[in-house]
């Protein structure tokens, strides 16, 4: 089964990132055929300022985190032009109305963005990423859900023209993962400045963990663990045995929060050890992680060539 993934390469990844996303795509190595790349055109319809350097630094992050390019097919979206063709092509089997309802340009224009072409055709250029490689199965979470359904209606149009040509992707959602919570308790999100990134210095990593929001309780009494944002962080990490213990910890008494912050900066830390040196190795080896992307993007061009082929013929641009 092939599965697709686009990663927008936007700055410093946080542990929503890791448990909502990362860690369901290293996961599914196991048994699909994987395909994830650096959407680094979508990253323009944001702005794209430090492009270049921010999708190094997502390729670097997502090898350190356990994308295995001898399992996955990992490459840089701008590497295969093909999906540009695609995208032109498919233009033709949008309406425009199919556009104009997509939440994601609403949103963002309500916002004050001021809208321009590219942020409005943006679910075509995403159509074209999942069709050009015969893309079965697309793990998304709810916000992208009205993109894959976009990508299928234009391909419906484009099969009813042309013959089944084009594979048709059904999304899926990752139910059994629960939003991550940042340190205010709301949904951990860089646009609200409440995360816990998964790399940086191990002293400022403590210094945001302090600053999770908790109850104020007296140091001798019982503590609730269940809606105890520092608890449900800890838990991401602690599995069994070592999860009782917290929570007979915070039912004993005797200790305060800062107690179990730091114990939960302490897991952390060992949690992401292996990926943090990891990490240091891609970073002083960058030739090497293009190589990978080099040899990604060429992987990702045998599935892509035969298929644009068949679609040229069939559209009569080749002639
Ligand atoms: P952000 O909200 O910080 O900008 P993105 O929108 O770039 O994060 O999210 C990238 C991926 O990480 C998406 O697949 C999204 O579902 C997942 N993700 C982000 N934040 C969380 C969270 N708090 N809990 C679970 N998954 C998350
Ligand atoms: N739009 C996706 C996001 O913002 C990224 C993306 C681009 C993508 N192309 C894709 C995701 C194709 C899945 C399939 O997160």
Known sequence: MRVLTGIQPSGDLHIGNYFGSIKQMVDAQKDSDTFAFIANYHAMTSGGKDLSKLTMQCATDFLALGIDPEKSTFWVQSDVKEVLELYWILSSFTP???????????????????????????????AADILLFGSEVIPVGKDQIQHVEIARDIATKFNNEYGDILVMPEFRIQEEVQTVPGIDGQKMSKSYGNTVNIFGEEKKQLKTIKKIVTENVAMEDPKEFINCNVYNM????????NLRALEERYTKGGEGHGHFKIYLGEVMWEYFREFREKREYFQNNQDEVREILKSGALRAKEVAQPLMEKIRTATGIAY
Request: glycine residues 8%.
């Open 234 to 241: 800890a838990k991401l990490f602690l599995e069994g045995d």
């Open 96 to 126: 425009m109305g199919l556009l104009e309802r997509a939440h994601s340009f609403k949103d963002k224009t309500a916002k004050g963005i001021a809208a321009n072409h590219s942020l409005f055709s943006y679910p075509v250029l995403m």
